[in-house]
Antibody
Framework: QLQLQETGPGLAEPSETLSLTCSVS?????????WAWIRQPPGKGLEWIGS???????SYNPSLKNRVTISVATSKNQFSLRLSSVTAADTAVYYC???????????????WGQGTLVTVSS | DIVMTQSPDSLAVSLGERATINCKSS????????????LAWFQQKPGQPPKLLIY???TRESGVPDRFSGSGSGTDFTLTISSLQAEDVAVYYC?????????FGQGTKLEIK
């Protein structure tokens, strides 16, 4: 059974860079799927941040594009999120997920991590 | 971006009664290369990640009770719970995965009347 687990600091300083890592177990990251980040501010809805393929291609939400970098480390079976110049508006639960290729669509999002709360505060 | 608009924002239904949630997209989510609607429905309970209920607009995920059903095509979609159970109290989201970025509806909070 595939499992995804987010790790990283639960607190980030305003104007600094938020960094999270998603560890994938029970399967390889080096398959034809996309690995993505989704966030959810407390009490609010879901926002897709972006995705990466193990071959390195990325897609980002235009609303965050200038601040986001998603990368993959196939040797570690991990992928990561960096979000720069954070403000209180970036306080959210951050989920890592797996998505089938868009041309098949499949389930859209077929695996989720449990999520990790990141609070932006000084 | 494809904007997803759910209605209503909240809904109170008696146990055993039908619950209906609507989702409208600002443009079609029918994916031409596979002729499938790239539209999913999720259920989220407090403190948990969303749980997939329906994908391709009407395909029930394995293990999801058959009281949950999805319908619609193009830009208008519906999630129906045929006979509400207490464990169905949750927030429900529609999700389009046709265009980049993926987008979600704002959520519908379902409660017991």
């Amino acid at each position: 059974q595939l499992q995804l687990q987010e790790t990283g600091p639960g607190l980030a300083e305003p104007s600094e860079t938020l960094s999270l890592t998603c560890s994938v177990s029970g399967g390889s990251i080096s398959i034809d799927y996309f690995w993505a980040w989704i966030r959810q501010p407390p009490g609010k809805g879901l926002e897709w941040i972006g995705s990466v393929h193990y071959r390195g291609s990325t897609s980002y939400n235009p609303s965050l594009k200038n601040r986001v970098t998603i990368s993959v480390a196939t040797s570690k079976n991990q992928f990561s999120l960096r979000l720069s110049s954070v403000t209180a508006a970036d306080t959210a639960v951050y989920y890592c997920v797996r998505q089938p290729p868009r041309h098949t669509g499949g389930r859209g999002i077929d695996y989720w991590g449990q999520g990790t709360l990141v609070t932006v505060s000084s | 971006d494809i904007v997803m608009t759910q209605s209503p924002d909240s809904l109170a239904v008696s146990l055993g009664e039908r619950a209906t949630i609507n989702c409208k997209s600002s443009q079609s989510v029918l994916y031409r290369s596979n002729n499938k609607n790239h539209l999913a429905w999720f259920q989220q309970k407090p403190g948990q990640p969303p749980k997939l209920l329906i994908y391709w607009a009407s395909t029930r995920e394995s293990g999801v009770p058959d009281r949950f059903s999805g319908s619609g095509s193009g830009t208008d979609f519906t999630l129906t719970i045929s006979s509400l159970q207490a464990e169905d109290v949750a927030v429900y989201y529609c999700h389009q995965y046709s265009g980049i970025p993926d987008t979600f509806g704002q959520g519908t909070k379902l409660e017991i009347k």
